[in-house]
Nanobody, 115 residues
Framework: QVQLVESGGGLVRAGGSLRLSCAAS????????MAWYRQAPGKQRELVAV???????NYADSVKGRFTISRDISRRAVSLQMNSLKPEDTAVYYC?????????WGQGTQVTVSS
């Protein structure tokens, strides 16, 4: 059983920045990967960024160069630094973790970017 808790969402103007955090209930080294997804109203949930236990990362084309996923081992947390935010980034952002045989999700945090 893995608990994931997101924080850091809010309202920001276009061009601004936000930093999302996801706290896990177990060591992130026990997880195969952690990721951030987002879902806008009426749209499918999409993968935004992923980081593996080894530290390798990957990003959706729409956020490359603007978002950075990172981890804090001691705090058992993964973060998503979002810069140069656009209205198109508005969505509920979800933390995801994969462990052998299981897929876990946080409750989501709202990010709203005004133009």
């Amino acid at each position: 059983q893995v608990q994931l808790v997101e924080s850091g969402g809010g309202l920001v103007r276009a061009g601004g920045s936000l930093r999302l955090s996801c706290a896990a209930s177990i060591s992130i080294f026990s997880l195969n990967s952690m990721a951030w997804y987002r879902q806008a109203p009426g749209k499918q949930r999409e993968l935004v960024a992923v980081i593996t236990t080894s530290g390798s990362t990957n990003y959706a084309d729409s956020v490359k160069g603007r978002f950075t996923i990172s981890r804090d081992i001691s705090r058992r947390a993964v973060s998503l630094q979002m810069n140069s935010l656009k209205p198109e980034d508005t969505a509920v952002y979800y933390c995801n973790a994969i462990m052998v045989g299981h897929n876990y999700w946080g409750q989501g945090t709202q990010v709203t970017v005004s133009s």
